[in-house]
Every structure is written in structure tokens, then in C-alpha cells.
């Protein structure tokens, strides 16, 4: 796929992994829509996508928290760019690892909506500009917990397990319509999300999201024969 001029939707780009991948698809020339929570930083990443090399770069502040916010803000991008090629779902957060009854449930609610349902409801919202596009692609950003079980991750990795069947779902699904699926699945990661969760852990030896944003860049601008449908990536 070529990637110049592409419109791109990034979930999660204010920080960390979203964020890094954005500065790259900048640096192709795609026009970018970037979502997160924190208006601020949003603006921020939007002036240096510009600055390296973006045609177009727009913030959206929102979670995934609301369905009418996200059908809301979905037909607000279209409008503003007459439809998108690309969607990367990378928006999601983390609770403190620990055995389920210490997760509060206001929390284990938010993680499901952010990491799966919400998700799941953005892609529906774009699904049918996608089917129109020359070129179209929706990458899930999951994470390792998505194919590995880990303790004291029960609610994270039932999310992430979800993704993981939705994208092999998808895929089938959108086999004959030219919408091309994909998912990621990274390893540890040096962001700040487990630091807003209150976890302490060893950072320094996570791969760095400016890495992880070149593989996402490889995946996606691979040539019209060549798909990269599922990508791990292991410390």
C-alpha cells in the first residue's frame, strides 16, 4: 500500500505508542485524524505530524467510554475528510495487576469498554467508508496478552483475548470487500500506561514505541500482493 496522502484514524495518539506511530505516518505524507483523551497533547502530536512531513493533521478529544460520543465523533472525521483508508485501533489502558476480586468494578467496566467494546464500535462506525476506499486497512494495535495468559491480568487479557477473535473474525469477514485486517502483538512497551494504572515496573527494558511504530509503518506499506496479517513482536 502506498501510504502518501492515505487518510489515517489513530486511536491513543496523544501518547505513547499512538503517538509515535503518528510522527511516522506523518513523515509518509498521510493525512492524519488523531483520537485521545487529553486535548492538550492531542494539539501537540497534530503540530509535529505537521512539522514531519503530515498533509493534514486534525485532533478529536474523546474516550471510548460513550457509543453515541464515538458514532458522534467517527461522523465528524468523515465529514472533515470525505472518508478514511486507514483504521489503527490502538487506544487502551491497563489495571494493576492482581487477582480479580482486588479490580474495582468501575474499573474492570472501563477496561472492557475501552480495550474491546469500544473498539469494536469505532470499527463499525467506519466500516463502511473503508468498503469504499481504493485501498483500505484497519490494524489492531492488541498486545501480547492478547495470545499469552498472564496472572493478575484477568480483565486486561480477556480484552485483549477479544480483540484477538475479532480480528481473526473480521478478516473473514471482509475477505471479499478489499478491507485488509490486521493485528499486532507487542510485547512490554516503554509508555507511560502501566505508571497511570500505579504499577511499578521495569520500563527501560520494554521495546520502544518508536520501534513498534516502524513495524506498524512496514505492515501497512506492504506491496498490493503482500499482506502481513497477524506481526508478534517478542524482547
Not at 509515535?20 to 513523515?27: D, M, Q, R
Not at 487479557?157 to 471479499?176: C, N
Not at 497511570?196 to 512496514?218: Q, R
Request: glycine share 8%.
Amino acid at each position: 500500500m502506498q501510504l502518501k496522502n492515505k487518510v489515517v484514524v489513530v486511536t491513543g495518539g496523544s501518547d505513547g505508542i499512538g503517538k509515535h506511530i503518528c510522527l511516522k505516518l506523518a513523515a509518509e505524507g498521510c493525512r492524519l485524524a488523531i483520537l485521545g483523551r487529553d486535548e492538550a497533547r492531542l494539539n501537540l502530536v497534530c503540530k509535529a505530524a505537521v512539522s514531519e512531513g503530515a498533509t493534514e493533521a486534525r485532533s478529536y478529544a474523546m474516550d471510548l467510554m460513550d457509543a453515541q460520543t464515538i458514532a458522534a465523533i467517527a461522523a465528524q472525521i468523515l465529514a472533515d475528510f470525505g472518508g478514511i483508508d486507514i483504521l489503527i485501533n490502538n487506544a487502551g489502558i491497563w489495571h494493576k495487576a492482581g487477582p480479580l476480586d482486588t479490580i474495582p468494578p468501575a474499573l474492570l467496566s472501563e477496561t472492557v469498554q475501552t480495550n474491546l467494546t469500544g473498539l469494536m464500535q469505532l470499527t463499525q462506525a467506519f466500516l463502511p467508508s473503508l468498503r469504499t476506499a481504493e485501498e483500505a486497512a484497519i490494524l489492531n494495535v492488541v498486545s501480547k496478552s492478547g495470545v499469552v495468559a498472564q496472572a493478575g491480568q484477568s480483565v486486561y487479557t480477556a480484552t485483549k483475548y477479544g480483540v484477538r477473535g475479532f480480528s481473526d473474525v473480521l478478516k473473514q469477514d471482509e475477505a471479499e470487500t478489499g478491507v485488509r485486517v490486521a493485528a499486532l502483538y507487542q510485547s512490554g512497551t516503554n509508555t507511560g500506561m502501566f505508571a497511570k494504572a500505579g504499577e511499578e515496573v521495569p520500563n527501560h527494558i520494554f521495546t520502544e514505541p518508536d520501534d513498534l511504530a516502524d513495524v506498524v509503518v512496514f505492515m501497512l506499506s506492504r506491496p498490493a500482493k503482500l499482506w502481513m496479517h497477524e506481526v508478534r513482536v517478542e524482547l
